[in-house]
């Protein structure tokens, strides 16, 4: 009897052992674009065994919950390349972390498939805070505002050196013809310059910060504190800012960024103002040719350390490091709580009267101006100028509508007295 030799309906088609095995078609890879889903094509694969699902033609599914965390770290960690595209190579192998891939692998995803394994938009994987950080507002840059803190240091530091009148020194240097007035300066007072710039930087920072953690906890982008320094004045500094999207925040959130920053510096400005006036000489000569008028908050404590006092002018001779810093500290609060424009007292004011504080801004400006020509005071002239430029009114929130609540509102009231008893009624007094 001949024997069969076609194959049996249970062993399956012969092949022929000398040709290559033919290898499923697949679609070509495509990197997507900026924005664009990530979209896993269909492939012509034979099932293939992952212990409780298959990977089929044209469905991918993974019931392995360890598998998926891991797929996760891997996808997470390609997610945030500048083009948006996972950096997979050729073959189809995310580089996004080492467990991605062993995951792909444990799963038994074809290599060609695994670095288009996502059918969800890009990044869905992030929680809000990474969002946050990485995509929606960008991360912060600390480049600027490192180098200008650094140079108000230096700034502040200087200015404490010469004896809070940076000028003069200059000007024996060049009388003289030589550094030695600068030498002598820098042995006899380099602590005092340390001092100095350290409680005052310290103040500025706390307001500052207080401003900035609050827009963050908010989600309201905004950029780090910006240290502006100015060597030539008799305080090194013209303070600090932080510039940020207020518009993103409600009356509420505009609100507790506003008051946030005045009520962390003033935490700090009132013991140094008290271990100031504490240690205030105000049996020293009446010299330097310039006075600090006093405002009312620091007045008090004068009387109640020193009760023969009766002046409001301490004059530059009779400084003290932590007096003059808590003296600028309380004079930058002042100033920001003026309910107007965006300044601090602005957010404040709006968040407490809404489109009433436009009103009460204008009244605010044309007193000051009235105030500064009857007086004769210029110094403040380019505050009031920059305020003009920026515009009196605050702009609307992004939603006016949210309440307060009778806590915030008291709050709000009572620290409209800040100006005054923080801003000094004329600032500074010459007498040459």
Known sequence: MAEDDSPSPAQGPMTDPTKPE???????????????????????????????SEV??????????????????????????????????????????????????????PRSAEARRMTWESH????P??????????????????????????????????????????????AEGSFMPLRQAVLANWLSGLLYSLFLLGILMAHELGHYLVARWYRVPATPPLFLPFPI??????????????HEADRRQIFDIGIAGPLAGLVLAFPVALLGTWQLDLAAPRGG??????????RW???????????????????????????????????????????????VTYGLFVRWAHGISYLVLIAAIAYMVYQQILIMALMVALLLLMGPTHPPTSDDSVPLGWPRIGLGLASLLIPVLCFPPNVFRFNF
């Open 124 to 127: 869905s994987l992030e929680t």
């Open 289 to 298: 040719g310039l006075g600090f008028e006093i405002p009312l908050a620091m």
């Open 22 to 52: 033919a290898k499923p078609q697949q679609p070509p890879v495509r990197p997507n674009t900026v924005g664009e889903p990530w979209v896993l094509p269909t492939f012509d694969a034979p099932p293939v065994n992952t212990g409780s």
């Open 301 to 347: 404590m004068i009387v109640w350390f020193h009760p023969e006092y009766g002046g409001q002018v301490v004059w530059l001779s009779q400084l003290n490091p932590a007096f003059t810093a808590a003296w600028v500290a309380l004079l930058v609060t002042g100033l920001n709580m003026m309910p107007v424009s965006q300044l601090d007292g602005g957010h």
């Open 233 to 246: 004045n008799s305080i090194g500094t013209l303070g600090a800012v932080i510039a940020m999207q207020g």
């Open 129 to 174: 805070e990474e969002r946050y950080d990485s995509q929606e507002y960008p991360r912060p840059r600390w480049r600027w505002p490192v180098i200008l803190f650094g140079l108000t240091v230096v700034s502040t530091i200087w200015v404490g050196i010469c004896g809070w009148s940076p000028l003069s020194v200059l000007e024996q240097c060049l």
């Open 56 to 109: 089929g033609a044209s469905s991918l599914e993974i019931s392995n919950e360890a598998a998926w965390l891991s797929l996760g770290e891997g996808v997470a960690g390609s997610a945030g390349s500048p083009s948006g595209q996972t950096t997979g190579s050729v073959s189809g192998q995310a580089t996004g972390s080492a467990s991605g891939q062993a995951a792909g692998s444990a799963a038994g995803l």
